[in-house]
């Protein structure tokens, strides 16, 4: 898969890069941690359970896994301006319209059709990298975009948290409305089109099939995909299961959730800017695989301590072990996509679909699997870290060469 002769490339400053592409890939984890720790508030209004406002997280993880095989493609055929503007204006319309939501099934439906808005940003922002840089300052890039989306999970539980409080859960995505509103002109104003026309597919609808096939044919590909997407399991997990664990097993308060969520998010942030460094002493793969057997140490660890009565405890290597996902995704990102030549948009779909399809389905075993400890939670972590790990190792063990 070789990619035409190099074009002109569009004038954008990477700061702005970074906040325009940044603010867009907040969409996800805005609407999912500004309203967690407002189920229980959602279920009494509403007139139903936490089970079935849980359901509005997992089919928002459903519409953000289906919607991101459709954006890669169009993407790649009609350029990424266009399936942005798209893509934000339907996030900003179901999210102001959830605000007004009379039940929990309009609730769910409209959840479904924010995340089909929502999840564009992210996929065609990587969209938009590839088109940009090559491999190392790719993965730097996305070190860099981090931090801008990094802000997302500091910001957004704090901001619920104190939103619920004030005005009630349907504030929540009056503000989420707004802020799809102001994405929307900052790509409309700010954002120029990085694949021009004469480097966009023109092959039939029907070919996309085999296009998809090709690529997950490539372990250049395949194998970074792989393990990203079930190292973020882990991510998912947490998401889906500790307003449980930590305000119910643990006790904690609604505020002191958000602390703790904000608390993660920002060593997150912190370890991820690190990458820069580690990328002027290793490859990304090297960083990539490193970082993966770290986090598996780190899940092995948490499980020993599942069972503590001690939040402290707990926390440190659940904490420890959160903090390690950007750096998975960074560089794991950056390899698959520099793998994906001239199908860049379809690529990105592929990652970002197997994410979200994977966060769906844990999601959804979490919710079945669920008791009054922490251990679905910890062994979900070690399952995702795992599996990162035994993909990652079966790839270097193919890159070896084979004796004579």
Avoid at 265 to 286: C, D, E, H, Y
Avoid at 323 to 342: D, E, K, Q, V
Avoid at 393 to 402: F, K, Q, S
């Amino acid at each position: 898969m070789e990619r035409p002769a190099p074009a002109a490339k569009p004038s954008i400053s990477r700061l702005r890069l970074a906040l325009v592409l940044g603010s867009l890939a907040a969409f996800g984890p805005f609407s999912i941690d500004m309203y967690l720790s407002g189920f229980p508030a959602i279920a009494t209004d509403l007139g139903t359970d936490v089970g079935s406002v849980q359901f509005t997280l997992s089919i928002f993880f459903f519409g953000m896994a289906a919607g991101q095989l459709i954006y890669g493609p169009l993407a790649d055929r009609l350029g990424r301006r266009g399936p942005l503007l798209f893509g934000a204006a339907l996030f900003t319309l179901s999210s102001a319209l959830i605000a007004f939501a009379p039940d929990v099934a309009t609730m769910t439906v409209l959840r479904l059709a924010q995340a089909l808005g929502g999840c564009a940003g992210m996929i065609i922002g990587r969209a938009v990298v590839r088109d940009l840089f090559d491999l190392k300052d790719a993965a730097s890039f996305i070190t860099q975009l981090m931090l801008v989306q990094g802000l997302a999970p500091v910001i957004a539980p704090l901001l619920g948290a104190w939103i619920l409080t004030a005005f009630g859960w349907r504030a929540v995505f009056v503000v989420l409305a707004v802020m799809g509103a102001g994405s929307f002109l900052a790509v409309r104003f700010g954002l120029p089109e990085t694949l021009p026309a004469e480097h966009r597919r023109r092959e039939p609808i029907a070919d996309l099939g085999r296009v998809f096939v090709d690529l997950l044919r490539n372990r250049a590909f395949l194998a970074p995909t792989l393990a990203v997407a079930t190292a973020f399991s882990a991510l998912f997990s947490y998401l889906s299961a500790s307003p449980h664990v930590l305000m119910t097993v643990h006790g904690v308060s609604q505020q002191t959730y958000g602390w703790l969520f904000g608390l993660t998010a920002s060593g997150m942030i912190v370890v991820a800017q690190a990458n820069r460094v580690f990328l002027r002493l290793a490859t990304p793969k090297t960083v990539f695989r490193l970082t993966i057997a770290v986090a598996f140490a780190e899940a092995l660890w948490l499980n020993l301590v599942a069972d503590t009565s001690s939040l402290v405890v707990f926390m440190i290597p659940l904490a420890l072990g959160l903090t390690l996902i950007p750096l998975i995704g960074a560089n794991g990102t950056a390899l698959a996509m520099a793998a994906s030549g001239r199908h860049a948009g379809s690529a990105s779909s592929i990652l970002g679909a197997l994410q979200f399809g994977l966060g769906t389905a844990v999601s959804a075993a979490l919710g079945l699997f669920h008791d009054a400890t922490a251990r679905p939670l910890t062994l979900a972590i070690l399952a995702a870290t795992g599996l990162a790990a035994v993909v990652m190792t079966l790839d270097a063990l193919a890159e070896r060469p084979r004796p004579r």
